[in-house]
């Protein structure tokens, strides 16, 4: 059974960063997709960043050039670096998987970011 344990999350001041990491257990392939979905108070859940087995990044526009997504294969673990954080980026974030071999999708229980003013 895939599960997906993220950590990282915090509060931190407008303008500050935080990196989120998500470790990937019970997956015995790389062969995926991975990304990091948020979602804030009273508000649905959305695409933050995504990045496919070989490294191809694609991201929301509300975070084009202020986080990075990067991953780990050997690790099995993927990240979230953010920069530049605003208040809109107060959230819960969520790791998701998609296995390529199955089509099942994973999700994390989520890590709360919570940026200050």
């Known amino acids: 059974q895939v599960q997906l344990v993220e950590s990282g999350g915090g509060l931190v001041q407008a303008g500050g960063s935080l990196r989120l990491s998500c470790a990937a257990s019970?997956?015995?392939?790389?062969?995926?997709?991975m990304g990091w979905y948020r979602q804030a108070p009273g508000k649905q859940r959305e695409l933050v960043a995504t990045i496919t087995d070989g490294g191809i990044a694609d991201y929301a526009d509300s975070v084009k050039g202020r986080f990075t997504i990067s991953r780990d294969n050997t690790k099995k673990t993927v990240y979230l670096q953010m920069n530049s954080l605003n208040a809109d980026d107060t959230a819960v974030y969520y790791c998701?998987?998609?296995?390529?071999?199955?089509?099942?999708?994973?999700w994390g229980k989520g890590t709360l970011v919570t940026v200050s003013e």
């Open positions: 998701h998987m998609t296995s390529y071999w199955s089509g099942v999708n994973y």
């Open positions: 019970g997956s015995r392939s790389s062969f995926n997709g």
